[in-house]
């Protein structure tokens, strides 16, 4: 039996490839970090083209060898597609898809689901679920091919419970977590493993100024640990799913919330002065 040391290492032979959707910023480039220490050869695929130059310069740094990043809008199949064959030209084998591009703040929320327009609503099912889809759909054939693989998917607390305030959002994300089970399912024994990871209340970023460090805390206080999690904190676990170490795990959803889930505070929207009233 291998070591967990070698268990976890991507670095081969041969050496794992894996495309992180989403991977310029934010939980995205903490997951293609984690990945890339640990030996794969990594692909960051966005839509902004400077922050996503900006990320593979940083991370090829940091890894020391070169980060392949591919500008891809993934609400589009034929850009998905093309991500998908350019990283394979590239690496000559795909191992690993991570789907983490996502959208959150989009131009519905903190409306009714009434209020919603169709332009609102599709915006983060398009982002969220048919992005998702693109790229998974795109990917199977060569990892069928190869006869392995491993597809993560990243969804939301928010998909596992109301969510009154974000409800394309929360949709879409649920979306994904059944699209997580469907998918596994049918390609099992083309030994294609595929698993979802669904975050909590996640900081993507250290607090810029004080202002925002104060609102994190306050946040904080609505999960059972006390804190909001932080973005490199998915890294080991989207590690642990791509790599042997997990050899006999799919079809699974590992929430990571800091026991929000399960702690059940309140109902999301409720602000912290509402709980401190009503406990009072």
Not at 29 to 47: D, M, N, Q
Not at 162 to 180: C, D, E, H, R, W
Not at 204 to 232: K, V
């Amino acid at each position: 039996m291998n070591s967990l040391k070698e268990q976890v290492s991507l670095s081969g032979p041969p050496r794992r490839t894996a495309i992180v959707t989403g991977g310029s910023h934010g939980l995205g480039l903490e997951i293609a970090r984690a990945l890339a220490l640990a030996g794969a050869e990594v692909c960051i695929a966005a839509r902004g083209e400077h922050r996503l130059q900006q990320a593979q310069q940083n991370l090829s740094s940091e890894v020391g060898r070169e980060i392949l990043a591919i500008q891809a809008d993934v609400t589009k199949s034929s850009s998905c597609e093309s991500l998908i064959t350019q990283t394979l030209s590239s690496f000559g084998r795909l191992d690993i898809l991570v789907n983490n591009a996502g959208i959150g703040d989009g131009p519905g929320r903190g409306k009714s689901v009434w209020e919603l327009s169709d332009d609102e609503w599709r915006d983060a099912i398009a982002v969220n679920l048919d992005g998702t889809f693109y790229c998974t759909r795109s990917v199977i054939p060569i990892m069928q091919q190869q006869q392995t693989g491993v597809i993560l998917n990243i969804a939301s607390g928010m998909g596992m419970r109301a969510t009154p305030q974000s409800p394309g959002y929360a949709a879409s994300k649920a979306g994904v977590i059944n699209l997580t089970q469907t998918v596994s399912a049918a390609v099992a024994r083309d030994y294609i493993r595929v698993n979802c990871i669904t975050p909590g209340l996640v900081a993507q970023q250290p607090a810029a100024n004080t202002e925002e460090s104060q609102q994190q805390i306050e946040r904080g206080q609505f999960i059972p640990m006390g804190r909001l999690g932080e973005a490199w904190e998915l890294g080991p676990l989207a590690l642990f799913l791509c790599s042997d170490a997990s050899s006999y795990v799919t079809g699974a959803n590992f929430c990571i919330d800091g026991g929000g889930l399960a702690g059940g505070v309140a109902p999301t929207g409720y602000q912290l002065d509402m709980i401190e009233g009503i406990n009072g």
